[in-house]
């Protein structure tokens, strides 16, 4: 399983360790996920995603699930999300 988010693509940066007496050695910074369920209201399901904890703040912020993937781009999102974004839009657009 990567390491990356599957919402906002956000995945593992790299960069210095550096001690008191200024030797540097390379290290990871890995991103803040965490497994949650995120509910639709459009398909009244939940889909459980691994995400950071940046991006749950966004799908709180802008209103849900549904509005988080109506304004994501699908380069961003990981397939699995890609593919909820597209069947939201199909109720949306049977409806």
Same mark, same amino acid.
């Given at each position: 399983m990567s390491?990356?988010? =599957? /919402?906002?693509?956000?995945?593992?940066m790299t960069g210095n360790n550096v001690s008191h007496a200024n030797n540097r050695t390379?290290?990871?910074? /890995?991103p803040n996920l965490n497994e949650v369920t995120l509910m639709s209201d459009t398909l009244g399901r939940s889909f459980r995603l691994r995400i950071s904890a940046a991006a749950l703040r966004s799908v709180d912020h802008? !209103? !849900?699930?549904d509005a988080f993937l109506a304004r994501a781009r699908d380069? =961003? /999102?990981s397939p699995a999300a890609r593919k909820i974004k597209k069947e939201i839009e199909k109720a949306r657009a049977g409806a």
């Open positions: 390491r990356r988010c =599957e /919402l906002t693509g956000k995945g593992p390379r290290r990871r910074f /890995l802008r !209103g !849900g699930l380069s =961003e /999102l």
